[in-house]
């Protein structure tokens, strides 16, 4: 299965985008340990730009686990080469997780590569916390994809703006994702439409935290003998555990209504004026949810 993964490069301590400049990015390559020493484990050595800033992988199959990665850019035309040690992947990816086994296994306390079983417990937890959180959302939390071919864009400094460009009413949340230029004016266009909850920290918090919680608490689970004891009796024979802490704790779990800003209503709003049709409209203004 073919993994992707876009990067935004970074330099002197802030995202950079080298194609302006006549630089390019160059490589990626991935290590099996935080210091990025030892051998490589797998190489991609070509970086397609999506659109400013952002450039896509295609990354060689690898067993699952966390790799570190080192990306390596030439941030202006006859410079020399950089490297950007900001990469930090927990592959596979691409499953319809918003968060990965090993984030859950860094809250348990649980030691790195995990076990088959434990990938699959884990996998499990995630997809049941993410089922809460569809549940209080009215929505996924995977978008779809949605492509244009040769297509015009209406402005052509705003490419960036789903306004831009002649897509249909979607009903939800669109962005672009990618465009491509043809050569003859026009672009090829790529959508994200819905809610992308891997790119949302609160939602990736909140899943990784419960499921974290849920295997800590399942007789069994992975890391559930991390799970709190409050009292053990005199004789051993009996052991008291506490629960999580209460909300408002340090330490307490994130709640849901922490995430009611990406709740998808379920009536249409009627203050937004019908605007006149492209061209004889100058507005751009951008979807919202």
């Given at each position: 299965?073919?993994?992707?993964?876009?990067?935004?490069?970074?330099?002197?301590?802030?995202?950079?985008?080298?194609?302006?400049?006549?630089?390019?990015?160059?490589?990626?390559?991935?290590?099996?340990?935080?210091?990025?020493?030892?051998?490589?484990?797998?190489?991609?050595?070509?970086?397609?730009?999506?659109?400013?800033?952002?450039?896509?992988?295609?990354?060689?199959?690898?067993?699952?686990?966390?790799?570190?990665?080192?990306?390596?850019?030439?941030?202006?035309?006859?410079?020399?080469?950089?490297?950007?040690?900001?990469?930090?992947?927990?592959?596979?990816?691409?499953?319809?997780?918003?968060?990965?086994p090993e984030a859950v296994a860094d809250l348990l306390g649980v030691p790195?590569?995990?076990?088959?079983?434990?990938?699959?417990?884990?996998?499990?937890?995630?997809?049941?916390?993410?089922?809460?959180?569809?549940?209080?959302?009215?929505?996924?939390?995977?978008?779809?994809?949605?492509?244009?071919?040769?297509?015009?864009?209406?402005?052509?400094?705003?490419?960036?703006?789903?306004?831009?460009?002649?897509?249909?009413?979607?009903?939800?949340?669109?962005?672009?994702?990618?465009?491509?230029?043809?050569?003859?004016?026009?672009?090829?266009?790529?959508?994200?439409?819905?809610?992308?909850?891997?790119?949302?920290?609160?939602?990736?918090?909140?899943?990784?935290?419960?499921?974290?919680?849920?295997?800590?608490?399942?007789?069994?689970?992975?890391?559930?003998?991390?799970?709190?004891?409050?009292?053990?009796?005199?004789?051993?024979?009996?052991?008291?555990?506490?629960?999580?802490?209460?909300?408002?704790?340090?330490?307490?779990?994130?709640a849901l209504d922490s995430l009611k800003r990406h709740r998808r209503l379920?009536?249409?709003?009627?203050?937004?004026?019908?605007?006149?049709?492209?061209?004889?409209?100058?507005?751009?203004g951008r979807t919202r949810y």
């Amino acid at each position: 299965m073919t993994t992707v993964y876009d990067h935004q490069p970074i330099y002197a301590g802030a995202f950079y985008d080298p194609e302006p400049a006549g630089g390019e990015v160059s490589r990626l390559d991935l290590y099996g340990t935080a210091d990025r020493g030892g051998p490589v484990v797998a190489a991609a050595t070509t970086a397609t730009r999506l659109r400013p800033g952002t450039y896509r992988f295609e990354l060689p199959d690898v067993p699952p686990g966390r790799y570190w990665g080192v990306v390596t850019f030439t941030p202006s035309d006859g410079a020399q080469p950089v490297k950007d040690t900001s990469v930090r992947l927990d592959l596979p990816m691409g499953l319809g997780l918003v968060t990965s086994p090993e984030a859950v296994a860094d809250l348990l306390g649980v030691p790195l590569p995990l076990t088959a079983e434990q990938r699959d417990a884990l996998e499990t937890a995630i997809r049941a916390a993410q089922s809460t959180v569809v549940g209080y959302l009215n929505r996924p939390l995977v978008p779809r994809t949605v492509t244009l071919s040769a297509v015009t864009p209406r402005w052509a400094d705003e490419l960036d703006n789903p306004e831009t460009w002649p897509l249909p009413e979607q009903g939800d949340l669109v962005e672009v994702s990618a465009y491509r230029p043809r050569g003859d004016g026009t672009y090829d266009v790529t959508f994200l439409v819905g809610l992308h909850g891997a790119a949302q920290e609160e939602v990736v918090t909140y899943v990784t935290a419960h499921a974290a919680e849920s295997e800590r608490q399942r007789p069994g689970g992975v890391g559930s003998a991390g799970r709190r004891v409050s009292s053990v009796s005199a004789e051993g024979q009996s052991i008291s555990y506490e629960s999580a802490p209460a909300a408002g704790q340090a330490g307490a779990l994130p709640a849901l209504d922490s995430l009611k800003r990406h709740r998808r209503l379920l009536y249409q709003p009627l203050s937004r004026p019908p605007r006149p049709p492209w061209p004889y409209s100058n507005y751009r203004g951008r979807t919202r949810y």
